[in-house]
Structure formats: C-alpha cells, structure tokens
C-alpha cells in the first residue's frame, strides 16, 4: 500500500519553470532521505537531487542542475518538491520521486527503496 504519486509534470517551454511535487501514502518517511531521478530517451535513469532526513537537511544535486534547480520537504505532509527552473531541452526526461532504502545513508545517488511511478517533463525549444 505504500505510494509515491508525482505531480506537476507537462510541457513547459525553455527557460521556464515547473515545480514537482511528490506525496508518499500508507507510511511515514520522514526518517528517510527522498530526491528525485530522471531518465531521458534512450539514457540511463540517473540522480538529479536528494534531502535528508534531518532538521536543517542538507541537500544534494547533480552537476547538471546545481543553481537551476532546488529540492524541498514538507514533513508534516510527507512530500518532497522539485523547483526546477531555466529549464532546457536536456532536461526533457521522465521524473521519478523516491525514498532512500535506509534512514542513515549518502545522499548523492542513494540507494533506493520505493519509486513513484514517475512523470513526463518536456521543455520545447
């Protein structure tokens, strides 16, 4: 019964910006780091961003997306957030929200223990 229902997917121009959005059902994970990773056409799924589990969490990017987007939490409704702005073509990808597989982990590229089923990001030219 555990969910991980993304939001906020669809075409957006280039430049412009979308805000994800990622709400986890049927037990809390706020213990957990959660982020985000993304896979574009016939590319590898890889690691976009990740927040801790801590008050004062501490936060980490991939180098594509260091200063154009930034990941948040809301642990009262346990959702994590994906800012994304000055979006470009390459960012075009499907977007995968996800909880780290332990409490107490790395956050660059962490181990995954539950996927949402993922959302469609387009940025057009």
């Known amino acids: 019964q555990v969910q991980l229902v993304e939001s906020g997917g669809g075409l957006v121009q280039a430049g412009g910006s979308l805000r994800l959005s990622c709400a986890a059902s049927?037990?809390?994970?706020?213990?957990?780091?959660m982020g985000w990773f993304r896979q574009a056409p016939g590319k590898d799924r890889e690691f976009v961003a990740a927040i801790a589990n801590w008050a004062g969490a501490n936060t980490a990017y991939a180098d594509s997306v260091k200063g154009r987007f930034t990941i948040s939490r809301d642990n009262a409704k346990n959702t994590v957030y994906l800012q994304m702005n000055s979006l470009t073509p390459e960012d075009t990808a499907v977007y995968y929200c996800?909880?780290?597989?332990?409490?107490?982990?790395?956050?660059?590229?962490?181990?995954?223990?539950?996927w949402g089923q993922g959302t469609q990001v387009t940025v057009s030219s």
């Open positions: 049927g037990r809390s994970f706020n213990g957990y780091p």
């Open positions: 996800a909880v780290a597989r332990y409490s107490s982990t790395r956050l660059r590229d962490f181990d995954v223990g539950y």
